[in-house]
């Protein structure tokens, strides 16, 4: 499966975004799917995962109800809905997905998208 991801840019503190993470060549319900983030200088981090319905969800405890991971797998996307943006969720973000791993080690993920950037204003 090949991996979009797509939605970044600037926005001030306390703004929002919702990033998207489209699919192609596989079939997108197979998938477990997660957001990992890396910001400048710092190693890469796991932000949240979904289940390949949707049904389990798990964010890390840094975005814990700010951020919203959610799929369409009819239209083979992913989101991430991001409000209550701080400066230190400046990063590029990336999606990546997985047919059998469901956890938070990214190196378990066997697809990954190019990554999208994020930049938070203060």
């Known amino acids: 499966v090949q991996l979009q991801a797509s939605g970044g840019g600037l926005v001030q503190t306390g703004g929002s975004l919702t990033l998207s993470c489209a699919a192609s060549?596989?079939?997108?319900?197979?998938?477990?799917m997660g957001w990992f983030r890396q910001a400048p200088g710092k190693e890469r981090e796991f932000v949240a995962r979904?289940?390949?319905?949707?049904?389990?969800?798990v964010y890390a405890d840094s975005v814990k109800g700010r951020f919203t991971i959610s799929r369409d797998n009819a239209k083979n996307t992913m989101y991430l809905q991001m409000n209550g943006l701080k400066p230190e969720d400046t990063a590029v973000y990336f999606c990546?997905?997985?047919?059998?791993?469901?956890?938070?080690?990214?190196?378990?993920?066997?697809?990954w998208g190019q990554g999208t950037l994020v930049t938070v204003s203060s």
């Open positions: 990546a997905g997985s047919r059998t791993y469901y956890g938070g080690d990214g190196d378990r993920y066997e697809y």
């Open positions: 060549g596989g079939t997108f319900s197979n998938y477990r």
């Open positions: 979904i289940s390949w319905s949707g049904g389990s969800t």
